[in-house]
Structure formats: C-alpha cells, structure tokens
C-alpha cells in the first residue's frame, strides 16, 4: 500500500464533482471538531466499538447508477460489514458497522462529474488531495459524529465501472493532511461483478490492515511475511478475497481475518510474527507510519 493509495479514479470525480443531499445542520463545538482531526489514525480511527461508513455514488461522463444498481452495492456493503463484525468477535472486540444508507438515508451521498474516471494512481492521488477539501465542505461530519455517537467514519466511493478498487488512509506522519480516509470501489474488476470480500479488504484497510499479498517497505511488509501468510494464513482476506477454487462470490465471505491482520488492526496486542518479521505500526492501534515518526 503507498502513502496516496488505492482507487484514485473515483477520487477525481468526487473533487471536481457536486455533492449533494438534504440534511439539517448540527453545530459541535468547534473545539471539539479540532480535537477529532488530530487523531493519529486519520478519520477511520479504531475498528473497535462503533464505526460509521458513508456511502458516495458517482456519476461521471461515461458511468452512473440507478437505483437497482445501488441497492446491490448496498446489499454487498452489508455482507461485508457483517462479515467484519463476525471476526471481531472471533477476537472478543465489540466491533459494529453502521453502513447501511439505506436505512440510514443521511449516510448516502451522490456525486456528478464530467471526467472520465479510471484507476490510474496519478488521478488517484490527485483527488484524494481535492477530496480532503471537498468532504470537508460538503458531508456534515460532525452531525454525523453527534447523531451515531463515534470518531470513527471512513469514506466509500463507489465508482459504476471496471477497475482496481483500492483505499487512500492517513499516515501518522501526514500530521494535518489526508485526514479523511477513503475507499474506491469499483463495480467490476476486469468483466467480473465486484464482490463482497473486496469491499471488507478495502474497508479494514481504513482501520489499519495491510496488504498480504504484496512486500511493502513503507509499511513494513517483506517478502518472507508474504510467504509465510501464503503458507500459514492463505485464506486471510488481506492476502486473498478470493475462494479457495479462485472464484469471487457477490454476496458471501468466505474469507478470514487471522492473527497478523487482527494484530494490525489492534484486535491483539502481540503476535509471534512481530519479532520474527519485526512488524510495527501498532502504536497507536490502527495506524499507518512510514516509520519516520517514531
């Protein structure tokens, strides 16, 4: 995972795009709001207790959605928010999801666009820039915290065609910046539906989990960690979102998440894995470092 990462394509079109919804505004004290933001994690936080997960459509010049459509990405969301939930409990953590906007309108946004969005990272990156700005301006965050009672809301940005989906999160090192954590998740990979998994892969890297699949020097993933998840924990979902027969299922998680990612995500304190492949990045838990802030 790079510090930009993930899906940019979406972000493009959020930031140049209009957001719109009817809500009514709840003032927080802005004190408060500046305490928020100085959270190491980024917006996302802990996954442990109560989480919330905004859902943004976009429209662009080549793509949008209708309303069946939506309902299915909404049924996928709620596959993966309860599969995430399941494993927090594999973990003794109280870990609950609020994703669902369809039964909680205020946490559906839509977003129209005249770029022609893609998964190139130089996009990406670009908008995951301008989006900081434009969640700023446009998603009333703190009525949000009031009304669900948490610090904890991450970003979805559903994208109506092919691409990799991928996530932007806040490094400890970005201090005021990229605070607002992101994923983009497109409708297909290559001509296959998107399924569930890649939503709860996406979505746990907001609150800390790592790619297993991939070395990663910036965040401290080496080849002989990927060899020894692969051998040891090859149905991890950050090492695979797929069956164990290479299928992808729309609406069911046949995945897991094993102890390294549950160690990432703060679910345990110590696994054997951090001193024999001197992992870090569990201080505070769930957040990303460089290692430049230690």
Known sequence: MSRKILSAALLISLLMGTLWQTMTPTLQAAKTTAQWKTQKTGSAGVLIGKSVLVSIFVE???SKWNEKQKKDVNRKLKVAAAFIQRQGKRYKKNVTL???SYANPDLQYEVK???KLDDSEKRL???SDQMQTRIEQSVNVDEIREKYDTGSIGFLLFINKSGVS????HYMEDGKKNFYEMCALFSKYEKEAEGAATYAHEILHLFGARDLYMTSITDGISSALVRHVGKKYPN????STFTKSGKTLKYKIVNQVDRV????L???NTIPEKKKFALGGRNPKGCFSDGTAW
């Open 60 to 62: 662009d010049a080549d």
């Open 113 to 115: 666009t005249k770029i």
């Open 98 to 100: 609020v994703a669902d």
């Open 166 to 169: 991928s996530t932007s999160v």
């Open 236 to 239: 991890d979902i950050m090492f």
């Open 261 to 264: 990612t549950a160690f990432y």
């Open 266 to 268: 703060g679910w345990k």
């Open 125 to 127: 990156n670009r908008f």
